[in-house]
């Protein structure tokens, strides 16, 4: 279509023309003239459709894995701590133990159990290359659940990830398989369901792919942000311009926005909404026109699990950690590695250098195309932008080394999204530290690996306790990381910057209940214990009259659902809990059946 289009533009162009080009017109101006239809002939799909390649996922192929229609709490590509939301997140009407059933033939090929992200979670491998992943169901269907649980027993291990053989569980299309739940790290009941490619594993955005989830509403904007691109994004508050909607399409209130940086960059506060729901969900896709001309923009329509902390070089993280608002940049940092940038006629930076009025354009969509329009102009204020000094500057997509006599560390070239200004400082030590507080850096700013850190303490540290010290680390929340010692230094792993000392945690963890020894239980469906620690729990056992027994977990509370493993008569529970430290905590309890 776009080529006879371009045909006609042609014909237009060569008739306006035609008083010019002569039989004695120079070959070298008719080049001239056909290298710049040609451009247009090519540039104009662009124009014309002003939106970034997509993918052609099978429609209608998966069905609704609930029997109740989907109203979402979630959606693909949502913002989230150090993350992107890789599926949907389904409401079940603030329930549990709604039928969850397979979206489509195939077999179940993996399950996984934990206390943390997923929680109890199913995986069905379709024959079309596409597996669905159902998350945070209470119980999977009887045959599975009883397969899943001997295999834990036979491993003494609750948390598991197994892999089924495919012709161990079939499924067809509708098939019940689970119960949906509020399993890991749920805050409230509901299916995590995602779609992704069988051989890359890389989740896919569902709402591409046919759901029936009515949406005529268009993203929500609240405001933009112009960068300056000659300095690192670290090195400067974003100049901040709210819009408002005028006539349908969202505009600033002063018309031409002076700016002092000559080469800006843009982020944009915005949300996607559906009807009268009162969630707001992530936004798909954002296209920059620079001067009318598709420049760039990011599409989310998948996203590589390995790739989702890169959601803090998409962001502008400092604003964001210091209390501001979500702000997505519309260019690419020098260490973020998302492929979802589309660079198209630019990458992202405008060229306010002429002092000119800039007219600007940006298209914000949803993943069903319907788009809000925003419209402002930027003008180089001339102003000279200041530069600030830095005595110690750390490169992006370089190894950067920190060392003296009280702290070392080392972070890969992959650490860093842009170059830093790193700030050291060594700070009082508090009575119970066995190290100054060194201050590295600032938590704003964000680390994307961890990077190992060795301390040396300021006090002597006996062979008995050299065990029990962890490494603290404060601002924005506090971290804490067992050690291991070695030649005067102690060593643990960070992902963050902020403020570190060490401690030592002689505190063994506690197990508390409400039960009294020796109590009847013959009418009680189950056992619940809370566990808890000041630096953390990193593992727990419990074995009934000497055989180990299956306690689930959900957050600091762990629970024994009453089976064949527990026959009538009298029993001794012991449980045993371990911290990031070493410290061991136990518990025996009796009790009949």
């Known amino acids: 279509m776009w080529i006879s289009t371009s ?80 599926g949907i997140d389904i409401k079940t009407q603030q329930k549990e133990n709604l039928p969850v059933h397979a979206a489509a033939d195939g077999y179940v090929s993996r399950i996984g159990v934990s206390h943390v992200g997923y929680g109890n979670v199913l995986y069905i491998t379709h024959p079309n290359g596409y597996t669905t992943v159902y998350g945070h169901l209470n119980r999977f269907f009887p045959a599975l659940e009883e397969y899943v649980k001997q295999q834990e027993y036979a491993a003494e291990s609750w948390a598991t990830d197994l892999k089924i053989p495919a012709g161990k569980f079939p499924v067809k299309k509708g098939d019940f398989v689970a119960w949906s739940g509020n399993t890991g790290g749920s805050a409230g009941p509901h299916v995590h369901f995602e779609i992704r490619g069988t051989e890359s594993e890389k989740p896919l955005n569902p709402l591409l792919f046919g759901f029936d989830i009515p949406d005529s ?65 992530g936004i798909y896709e954002v296209v920059l026109f620079d001067r009318d001309v598709p420049n760039s923009g990011f599409q989310l329509d998948n996203i590589a699990f390995e790739d989702s902390r890169y959601i803090n070089a998409h962001i502008d993280y400092k604003t964001k950690k210091s209390g501001g608002p979500y702000l997505q940049l519309l260019f690419s940092l020098p260490g973020n590695k998302l492929d979802i940038y589309k660079d198209v006629q630019g990458d992202g930076v405008l060229d306010l250098s002429d002092g000119k009025p800039h007219p600007v354009k940006l298209l914000v969509k949803d993943a069903y195309g319907n788009t809000s329009t925003v419209k402002f102009s930027l003008q180089h204020s001339g102003e000279p932008a200041a530069v600030p000094a830095c005595a110690n500057t750390m490169y992006a997509e370089s190894r950067n080394i920190f060392e003296n006599n009280q702290v070392e560390f080392f972070m890969e070239e992959t650490a860093l999204y842009d170059q830093i200004c790193f700030n050291y400082a060594e700070l009082p030590s508090t009575p119970k530290s066995y190290s100054a507080t060194l201050h590295l850096n600032t938590p704003l700013i964000p680390v994307h690996n961890y990077f190992t850190l060795r301390m040396r303490p300021n006090k002597p540290v006996s062979a008995a306790l050299q065990r029990q010290i962890v490494m603290v680390r404060e601002g924005l929340g506090e971290d804490i990381a067992g050690t291991t010692y070695e030649n005067g230094w102690f060593i643990a792993k960070f992902r963050d910057f902020g403020n570190f000392h060490l401690e030592a945690d002689t505190i063994a963890p506690k197990i508390t209940s409400a039960l009294k020894n020796g109590v009847n239980l013959s009418k009680a469906a189950k056992l619940v214990f809370s566990i808890s620690d000041n630096s953390g729990i990193k593992s727990y056992r419990a074995e009934l009259d000497g055989h180990w027994l299956m306690f689930s977990r959900k957050s600091n509370v762990i629970t024994y659902t009453f089976d064949e493993h527990c026959p009538a008569g009298a029993h001794t529970l012991k449980l045993t809990v371990t911290d990031v430290a070493g410290n061991t905590g136990t518990k025996t309890f009796t009790f009949t059946r």
Do not use: W
């Open 217 to 281: 509403r268009a993203p929500d904007v609240y405001r933009i942000a112009i960068y300056d691109m000659d300095k690192s994004l670290y090195d400067q508050t974003p100049q901040m311009v709210p819009v408002k909607k005028v006539n349908g399409e969202y505009v600033t209130t002063q018309a031409v926005i002076p700016v002092k940086a000559a080469q800006a960059g843009l982020g944009i506060n915005a949300v996607d909404r559906m009807g009268v729901a009162p969630n707001s969900y």
């Open 7 to 86: 045909l006609n533009l042609l014909f237009i162009i060569c008739y306006k023309c035609k008083g010019k080009i002569g039989f004695f017109t120079s070959t070298s101006y008719i080049c001239s003239m056909m290298k710049r239809i040609f451009g247009l002939c090519f540039l104009l799909p662009q124009l014309l459709h002003a939106q970034l390649p997509g993918k052609n996922y099978p429609q209608g192929y998966f069905r609704n894995p609930l029997n109740i229609p989907i109203q979402l709490a979630g959606n693909f590509g949502e913002l989230r701590p150090n993350h992107f939301h890789a």
